[in-house]
């Protein structure tokens, strides 16, 4: 009976921008119980089932294109004609650029035009990952330099360790996974306040709910490939050319095809916080947002949330700075922030000045749905 109340009080909290719940997702197979780590496996594979279906439902042709021509930047920056035509080891830097026939020039000049998009892109797409998507594009390169220095002088890297060969490339690989590992916690982070916030409930149950509907295990998997493939392309990558002359393709191959593999896999690293999030969030630690409340003042009035005029239960009604009430579209598979009585300028729907609770079924004015204050 207290079983059913709760999924009852859970399904009434339903999001409204989302066409489907994680709950709802039936596997056709599970892994049986009696082995190791087998409900972790089922978890993760229950968790990538939902994010497919939603991938297709958000997905647009945009981000479709958006990582073709990434994926483009990224062959024609790793294959050369000079892969097969020898070029000259002996010249770098500018004069090495100036060498290069007509043909090899445009096609490094359209590679980087290719990124500069890709970056665009990305940068257009996820407004709530911009910076971190730099960052990631910057630890990717980060990986390659350190495979440079670990292989300018052991071209079998990492056959034939030298602990003195190794210091730079070791340092750059640290720097690189403690900013991973900040963005990844960043993340956690932010979707437990995420919870903490917007979906705060007295019965421990329901907020156990909410937290699992907001698992990260399957994106956090993701992520652990992604950097696993970035670290395979970047060393294979690095690893044909040192050992040029040997005609070790298999190594070019396989810096392709993961290097490939790893952009649209990039592009789903940056997508599902911002889904799940909403495009108002900031991807921050909580050490982050103490800091930033620490630097802002002690006297900051804390935020007032809206919450049923009738039963109290919280809503996803906000006020902006400058006073206007917004709320996300009530239309099925959008999620755009619509002003109170204006049309979503996604979806064109209307939003309606009086919003109904989904515990209670009061339908009440948006401006009911926050409390009188006194002011100080």
């Known amino acids: ?68 021509f990434g994926m483009l930047a990224f062959l024609l920056g790793s294959v050369s004609p000079e892969l097969w035509g020898g070029g000259n080891a002996k010249i770098a830097g500018l004069d090495g650029i100036l060498a290069i026939n007509g043909f090899q020039f ?63 490339g070791t340092l750059i690989i640290l720097i690189v996974f403690f900013f991973l590992f900040f963005f990844w916690k960043a993340v956690i982070e932010t979707r437990d306040l995420h919870v903490e916030v917007n979906h705060l409930h007295e019965d421990v149950r329901v907020m156990e709910a909410e937290m699992a509907e907001h698992s990260l295990k399957g994106w956090t998997a993701i992520f652990g490939v992604w950097i696993g493939l970035i670290m395979m392309t970047t060393w294979t990558g690095v690893r044909h050319i040192s050992s040029y002359g040997d005609e070790n393709y298999g190594f070019l191959f396989v810096h392709l095809l993961t290097g490939m593999v790893s952009i649209p896999l990039f592009f789903f690293i940056l997508w599902y916080p911002q889904r799940m ?39 996803l009604l906000m006020r902006e700075a400058s006073g206007s009430l917004v709320h996300p579209c009530l239309n099925a598979g959008c999620s755009t922030m619509v002003t109170i009585g204006t049309a979503c300028t ?30 100080w």
Request: one cysteine or more.
């Open 106 to 168: 445009f096609q490094v000049l359209v590679s980087i035009l290719l990124w500069a998009w890709f970056v665009y892109q990305a940068w257009t797409l996820f407004p709530v990952m911009r910076v971190h998507a730099i960052s990631l594009l910057v630890m990717w390169n980060g990986l390659m330099v350190s495979q440079i220095f670990f292989q300018r002088s052991n071209a079998t890297f990492p056959f034939g360790l030298s602990l003195s060969d190794m210091m730079e």
């Open 277 to 315: 999030l909403g495009e108002q969030a900031r991807v921050r630690t909580r050490a982050a947002l103490d800091a930033a409340i620490e630097m802002e003042g002690e006297g900051i009035t804390p935020e007032i949330k809206a919450k049923c005029p009738d039963c109290s239960e919280p809503s």
């Open 346 to 375: 996604t979806c064109s729907a209307t939003m309606p000045s009086r919003l109904e609770c989904k515990a209670c079924g009061v339908n009440a004015p948006a401006l009911d749905y926050f409390p009188d204050q006194d002011v």
């Open 1 to 68: 009976m207290a079983e059913a109340a709760v999924e009852g009080d859970v399904d009434s909290r339903q999001h409204t921008n989302l066409p489907f719940r994680m709950a709802d997702m039936d596997m056709a197979f599970a892994i049986p119980q009696r082995y190791p780590l087998a409900n972790e496996a089922n978890t993760i594979a229950r968790e990538w089932y939902f994010q497919l279906r939603l991938l297709k439902n958000d997905w647009s042709k945009q981000h479709v294109s958006a990582i073709i």
